[in-house]
């Protein structure tokens, strides 16, 4: 299928991704561009970043994959290298790098192009003929001083509007303790749907999804646990509205622990200049994923790492991609048990966990097998205290060790330490036995999510095999 102007137009979601494409046809933005004879063409194109944006574009059936986190598919980078293809642009044969082998191996055969939203016929049709073609003009002083003063009055007005919302939290969790926190699970889900919607109003949209999360996480608890895990994310909301009022008496990590919690965030590009981010290089081998559905239509998916090689600094990393629901069921880009040398780029915490992929060297192969952690599963927990201690609202998080056993109790499964006393109740859904097949079987080592509740076991290394979580 040759790429016509004509069929980016149709591709395009809206005119203005056709606009912001045309100011990336710059030779010089895009330092490699290159196709091969099988009808792919692939290009990285410069951001405000220090690593470009890389694209690949199958010609066959207009798949297409773009690096950036923009929300618009396909995104002004990728709409921009099939301009350049459609003008005739000089694209060099060149042999397939490794992330355009690797998106080809994963990909889904029709192309990943989301299926038209309804009504969308009866918007305005992008049009190339419509970007204008005057060159752009020199940046105009005055014009970003006033551009810097708007975005400054924007953070103002969205700092207030913050702050006004903890008053609504804080007027509502009064509201619960009046009540008596036994009545809560009755009337949870309208509560805690009004409060929500009070947070995104409020521009604290971390704190809305805690408060919108909250009915499901409490239902899924046994009764007898309820009250005490009801307190304690109680207590969570108020400890993070108390320490983002109090954000400048703060040492900057856990400032800025607080500020993602409420609702802040850090875009890629910035993360690369953010003087608080750790940069880790070295082995880093996929222990899970985690693919689900959000309220807000948005898939979530989690790709947990855990470091192969020692040495100082964060083993475990968080890569997290949120992709709309309606281009379908997308997967990870990577599978358990596959390993990349790479460096990880932290985000700013005390403890440091959620990353991007900063640098990639080489493809992705698999091991054998992961090598069992140091720590037994008494040293796990504890450093999970520890990491507690330091902020209190941690959630999830990695849990690691050897020699521990999957062992069947009247309550549910639960995974024991093979010798020590430790032991952590395991997350089990209804119906799912898969759990039965490590039974009783002495893992040399185990990976799991744990949420202070239950663990989410989702790897073990045993003398039969590999163990994954389905």
């Known amino acids: 299928m040759a790429l016509t102007l004509a069929k980016i137009e149709e591709l395009a979601p809206d005119q203005g991704s056709i606009d912001a494409a045309r100011k990336l046809l710059k030779p010089s933005l895009w330092p490699t561009v290159a196709q091969d004879e099988q009808g792919l063409i692939w290009g990285e194109c410069q951001g405000s970043g220090s690593l470009p944006y890389r694209v690949v574009v199958s010609e066959a059936d207009l798949g297409y994959k773009c690096s950036c986190p923009s929300r618009k598919f396909p995104c002004k980078h990728t709409l921009a290298l099939m301009w350049m293809r459609a003008d005739d642009k000089p694209f060099g044969p060149a042999e397939r790098p490794d992330w355009v082998a690797d998106w080809l191996s994963r990909r889904r055969p029709a192309g990943n192009r989301p299926a038209p939203a309804v009504g969308s016929e009866d918007r305005p049709k992008a049009s190339l003929d419509a970007v204008p073609a005057e060159a752009e003009a020199a940046p105009d002083p005055k014009a970003l001083a006033r551009a810097a003063a708007q975005r400054e009055r924007v953070r103002a007005e969205r700092e207030a509007s913050v702050l006004s919302g903890l008053d609504e ?272 079987v002495a893992c040399k080592a185990v990976f799991g999510i744990w949420d202070g509740h239950r663990l989410d076991l989702k790897f073990a290394e045993t003398p039969l095999g590999r163990w994954i979580a389905g």
């Open 169 to 440: 939290l804080d007027r509502w969790l009064q509201d619960q303790l009046d009540r008596g926190l036994a009545g809560f699970p009755g009337m949870a889900l309208e509560q805690c749907r009004m409060l929500a919607r009070r947070l995104v109003d409020a521009k604290a949209h971390g704190l809305a999804a805690r408060v919108e999360q909250l009915p499901a996480a409490l239902f899924a608890m046994p009764d007898e646990e309820r009250g005490e895990f009801l307190v304690q994310r109680l207590g969570e909301l108020f400890l993070i509205a108390e320490a983002y009022r109090r954000q400048a008496d703060l040492p900057p990590a856990l400032a800025a622990d607080v500020r993602v919690s409420v609702g802040w965030t850090i875009s890629k590009e910035a993360l690369f200049s953010e003087p608080l981010a750790i940069r880790q290089r070295g082995r880093w081998m996929v222990l899970a994923t985690v693919n689900e559905v959000q309220p807000d239509k948005l898939r979530r998916l989690e790709t947990w790492f855990g470091r192969i090689d020692g040495g100082e600094g964060p083993r475990f990393a968080l890569m997290i991609d949120f992709i709309p629901v309606s281009v379908g069921n997308a997967g990870t880009l990577y599978a358990p048990g596959e390993c990349l040398d790479a460096e990880m780029l932290f985000y700013p915490s005390t403890v440091p966990l959620r990353a991007i992929i900063a640098e990639q060297a080489g493809g992705v192969e698999k091991i054998e097998a992961w090598q069992a952690p140091a720590e037994d599963l008494q040293a796990a927990v504890e450093d999970y205290e520890a990491r507690l201690a330091g902020k209190p609202w941690l959630g999830d998080w990695p849990i690691a060790a050897r020699d521990a056993v999957v062992v069947p109790t009247p309550q549910g499964p639960v995974l024991t330490a093979l010798t020590g006393e430790a032991t952590l109740p395991l997350r089990s859904k209804p119906g799912d036995d898969s759990l039965e097949a490590l039974a009783g």
